[in-house]
């Protein structure tokens, strides 16, 4: 006798669990090592590179203590009303010290940055003094290392500044040369291959839209995993379309084991008869599929493909243009991350009142495609279809709900992912 009707395709049959996503995330983070050599690369080409070891600095910053004004230097703090005190011939700018020890009880004109000589420990601001007749004149209090800079007090020589699994970014640079760093030790970049299978899917560009035949689709998935691959730091590679054929498939898996470290691809990755993705990689190769208790996503496929002694990581990810976006988000973001050299990655999310309402039931984590309104609240996209593509380009960022019941209204606060965050 066939099942009772549940009309629930969240469902599963008896006996079988979902994967609560925090399991399913931790199992992931658990089975990721970085998979790339180290090279060193200029620091003009260090801008999203993953940075291989710890780093100290090579020198402090500042090197020696300087002037943070321009101004007159003298020694110790101005404690009278009315301070007077004689110039000393000369001046200690930027690039070009004063020579010598600066006399006591004189004052010295000195420049920003310019290093302090021995003997001044203080500078007054050159808006704040008179000077006339070689005799320089101010109103004081002023404390001792007033509009100085200490030597070292940014950091230190062997001071460490950087952490290895950091991308780097163009703010990084400026740090590293203070640093005394031209150079610095990264990961390779990681290439990942995108393809695309399926008999229906149809590449944008090859076939006019009024000539496409019933039941053709578009490939969105692979540009769209192409390019959030870039957006991520990795080299995305483009594997093109594997018909529905097993001989297909395993060939186009031989070619990507030699051109790339890991592979996506969406779809053909459940239990249907043209899942050919998860049939191959059971009979040839290995593959753990998990049903996530997540919604949009569930099916998701991690294989290994034999590449000579290596294996090839396959990540599959659903067919639905939104599930896939979302478990790419979510799964293959931070493992790639890891394989890159990175640390395990975790978004940020923000606390914002709601601008929608919504009942939600037990047992999955839901993600809303979401935006930030004028307002500071986060607003939903119209559908929860896994198929509203245009949602995805609507949205920027994501609502995530928890695996526990609750009710949203206006005003409620929940908790927004940028895209951003993903990094």
């Given at each position: 006798?066939?099942?009772?009707?549940r009309?629930?395709?969240?469902a599963l049959?008896?006996?079988?669990?979902?994967?609560?996503?925090d399991e399913?995330?931790?199992?992931?983070?658990a089975?990721?090592t970085?998979?790339v050599?180290?090279?060193?690369?200029a620091?003009?080409?260090?801008?999203g590179?993953?940075l291989a070891?710890d780093l100290?600095?090579l020198r402090?910053?500042?090197?020696s203590?300087?002037?943070?004004?321009?101004g007159?230097g003298f020694?110790?703090?101005?404690?009278d009303?009315?301070?007077t005190?004689?110039?000393?011939p000369?001046?200690?700018a930027?690039?070009?010290?004063?020579?010598?020890?600066l006399?006591?009880?004189?004052?010295?004109?000195i420049?920003?940055g310019?290093?302090?000589?021995?003997?001044m420990?203080t500078?007054?601001l050159?808006?704040d003094?008179e000077?006339?007749?070689?005799?320089?004149q101010?109103?004081?209090?002023?404390?001792?290392?007033?509009?100085?800079?200490?030597?070292?007090?940014?950091f230190?020589?062997?001071d460490?500044i950087?952490?290895a699994?950091?991308r780097?970014?163009?703010?990084?640079?400026?740090?590293?040369?203070a640093?005394g760093?031209?150079e610095?030790?990264v990961h390779?970049?990681?290439?990942?291959?995108?393809?695309s299978?399926?008999?229906e899917?149809i590449?944008?560009g090859?076939?006019?839209?009024?000539?496409?035949?019933?039941g053709?689709?578009?490939?969105s998935?692979?540009?769209?995993?192409?390019?959030?691959?870039?957006?991520w730091?990795?080299e995305?590679?483009?594997?093109?379309h594997v018909?529905?054929?097993?001989?297909?498939?395993r060939?186009?898996l031989?070619?990507?084991a030699e051109?790339?470290?890991?592979?996506?691809?969406?779809?053909g990755?459940?239990?249907g008869d043209?899942?050919?993705?998860?049939?191959?990689?059971?009979a040839?190769?290995?593959?753990?599929?998990?049903?996530?208790?997540?919604?949009?996503?569930?099916?998701?496929?991690?294989?290994?493909w034999?590449?000579?002694?290596?294996?090839l990581?396959?990540f599959?990810?659903?067919?639905?243009?939104v599930a896939a976006?979302?478990?790419?988000?979510?799964f293959?973001?931070?493992a790639?991350?890891?394989?890159?050299g990175?640390a395990?990655?975790?978004p940020q999310?923000?606390?914002?009142p709601a601008?929608?309402?919504k009942?939600?039931?037990?047992g999955r984590?839901?993600?809303?495609?979401?935006?930030?309104?004028?307002?500071?609240q986060?607003?939903?996209?119209r559908?929860?279809g896994s198929?509203?593509?245009?949602?995805?380009?609507?949205?920027?960022?994501?609502?995530?709900?928890p695996?526990?019941?609750?009710?949203?209204?206006?005003?409620?606060l929940?908790?927004?992912?940028?895209y951003?965050?993903?990094?």
């Amino acid at each position: 006798m066939p099942p009772r009707l549940r009309n629930d395709c969240f469902a599963l049959p008896a006996g079988v669990d979902w994967v609560p996503l925090d399991e399913a995330l931790a199992r992931l983070r658990a089975r990721v090592t970085p998979v790339v050599p180290v090279e060193q690369v200029a620091l003009a080409d260090s801008r999203g590179r993953v940075l291989a070891q710890d780093l100290m600095a090579l020198r402090g910053n500042p090197p020696s203590a300087n002037s943070a004004v321009d101004g007159y230097g003298f020694a110790g703090a101005a404690l009278d009303e009315l301070v007077t005190l004689p110039l000393a011939p000369g001046r200690s700018a930027a690039g070009e010290p004063y020579e010598g020890a600066l006399p006591q009880g004189y004052a010295l004109r000195i420049l920003t940055g310019a290093i302090l000589p021995e003997g001044m420990q203080t500078v007054v601001l050159q808006e704040d003094v008179e000077v006339s007749g070689g005799k320089l004149q101010f109103y004081g209090p002023l404390k001792q290392g007033a509009n100085t800079r200490r030597a070292g007090e940014d950091f230190e020589a062997g001071d460490p500044i950087l952490k290895a699994g950091r991308r780097l970014r163009g703010e990084d640079a400026a740090l590293l040369a203070a640093a005394g760093y031209a150079e610095v030790p990264v990961h390779r970049r990681l290439r990942v291959g995108v393809f695309s299978n399926g008999d229906e899917v149809i590449a944008p560009g090859t076939v006019a839209p009024e000539n496409m035949g019933a039941g053709k689709i578009y490939d969105s998935n692979r540009p769209m995993l192409l390019s959030l691959l870039q957006e991520w730091g990795f080299e995305a590679v483009d594997l093109g379309h594997v018909a529905d054929s097993r001989d297909a498939l395993r060939s186009r898996l031989d070619t990507a084991a030699e051109a790339v470290d890991a592979v996506l691809t969406s779809g053909g990755v459940s239990t249907g008869d043209e899942d050919h993705v998860s049939a191959l990689l059971r009979a040839e190769g290995r593959i753990d599929s998990w049903r996530i208790a997540i919604k949009p996503g569930r099916p998701l496929a991690l294989g290994l493909w034999p590449a000579g002694e290596a294996l090839l990581p396959i990540f599959g990810l659903p067919g639905n243009p939104v599930a896939a976006m979302v478990t790419a988000l979510l799964f293959a973001r931070p493992a790639l991350g890891v394989m890159g050299g990175e640390a395990w990655r975790q978004p940020q999310g923000y606390m914002v009142p709601a601008a929608f309402s919504k009942n939600k039931k037990r047992g999955r984590r839901e993600f809303l495609r979401a935006r930030m309104n004028s307002d500071g609240q986060a607003e939903v996209f119209r559908s929860e279809g896994s198929g509203r593509i245009s949602g995805l380009s609507w949205a920027d960022g994501l609502v995530e709900l928890p695996d526990e019941p609750c009710t949203i209204s206006e005003g409620t606060l929940v908790r927004y992912i940028p895209y951003s965050s993903f990094g």
